[in-house]
């Protein structure tokens, strides 16, 4: 195996990242090359465990083992409960991960779930999430990247995501889904090499605002702004009823959707496929994906967590790593 390695997080310790990664290295062994940054004395005692030093050691490592590049994260595991110790580290791993890609060592970023209310308090924190810190650590503002919901069946980015319902008619103004439509449609040709992606685009309202009756956005600039950026050549459909939008045929005639809001996009997907639903950022210099689920704590240390997500969110990691020049 002679491929460059992705750099997998460890997340947060008390949820169920530790107890993924075990299964995903032995579904993944003898096709994928990928290393943990963490603290491999919090890893369940069934993880075959191989301690590298750096990642080029990572394909020798991996028929044989879990490579861990091993990082004291200071304190023991208590699976469901955050360790305040853990806070700093688990920052460190992520910014070791981005580190170790942009420095060509590692061919991607492949994030375990983080709990943010404890990196917030105990470790400094100051960003909403992963994707906010991803962009900072690039060196790009917020809105400059986009996050995507991927799995085989659907692709869908939500144009505003953790705010209100009633604050997103403010929010999703013409400026924010110009910027969104355009570091979608170059994430599409740069990362899933698609020439010309085709992009369907949700409406706001009911029906699309049925020509005004339900709502006149749709009317008043979305379709306007949608006629403008197809004037300049990107190939893209709407405004589209949302409720219309995800049947087997209507999904055959776009490669990624784009809708206004967290419910809009994200109700689809994981009505499609929950178990296998990836999270990736869209707009960075390199490739980040992450599985679409939390850090349940509730089944942590109880071997029962699904890997499925993880282990699509590595592999898509490799398809958009070697989808780049």
């Known amino acids: 195996m002679d491929q460059k390695p992705i750099a997998l997080t460890m997340g947060e310790p008390a949820g169920i990242g530790p107890d993924i990664t075990g299964p995903a290295w032995q579904a993944l062994r003898e096709e994928e090359c990928f290393f943990l940054i963490g ?30 590049l091993a990082r004291d994260f200071g304190a023991p595991r208590n699976p469901g409960r955050a360790n305040p110790a853990h806070a700093p580290h688990v920052i460190a791993a992520i910014r070791e991960a981005v580190a170790l890609t942009r420095a060509g060592r590692a061919a991607a970023v492949t994030t375990n779930p983080i709990h943010k209310k404890a990196l917030q308090a105990d470790g400094g924190f100051a960003f909403p999430g992963h994707t906010e810190f991803l962009a900072d650590l690039a060196g ?16 869908v980015v939500p144009a505003t995501i953790h705010i209100p ?23 599409m040709q740069r990362d899933f090499a698609l020439p010309a992606p085709r992009i369907a685009i949700a409406g706001l309202n009911p029906h ?56 809009q996009a994200l109700i689809p997907i994981k009505t499609l496929d929950f178990a296998r639903g990836v999270n990736t950022t869209l707009g960075l210099p390199f490739v980040r994906t992450s599985p679409d689920h939390g850090t349940a704590f509730d089944i942590a240390g109880t071997g029962t967590a699904d890997p499925r997500s993880l282990i699509a969110a590595l592999r898509l990691a490799r398809v958009m790593a070697s989808a780049r020049p």
């Not at 491999?40 to 044989?64: C, F, G, N, T, Y």
């Not at 604050?167 to 994430?187: D, G």
Request: aromatic letters at 4%.
């Open 39 to 68: 603290d491999p004395a919090l890893l369940p005692a069934s993880a075959p465990v191989v301690p590298i030093e750096a990642p080029e050691q990572a394909p020798a490592a991996m028929p044989r083992g879990l490579p861990v």
């Open 165 to 187: 319902l009633s604050e997103v008619p403010r929010a999703f103004t013409p400026a924010l889904l110009e910027s969104v439509i355009r570091i979608t449609h170059r994430a």
């Open 140 to 155: 790009l503002a917020p809105n400059q990247v986009v996050m995507m919901l991927a799995c085989e069946a659907l692709k």
């Open 208 to 263: 699309a605002g049925e020509e005004g009756a339900m709502g006149s956005e749709e009317r008043d600039w979305i379709a306007p702004l949608i006629a403008r950026l197809s004037a300049e050549g990107l190939s893209l459909a709407g405004p589209l009823p949302a409720d219309t939008m995800f049947h087997p045929a209507a999904r055959a005639r776009y490669d990624v959707a784009i809708c206004a809001y967290h419910d």
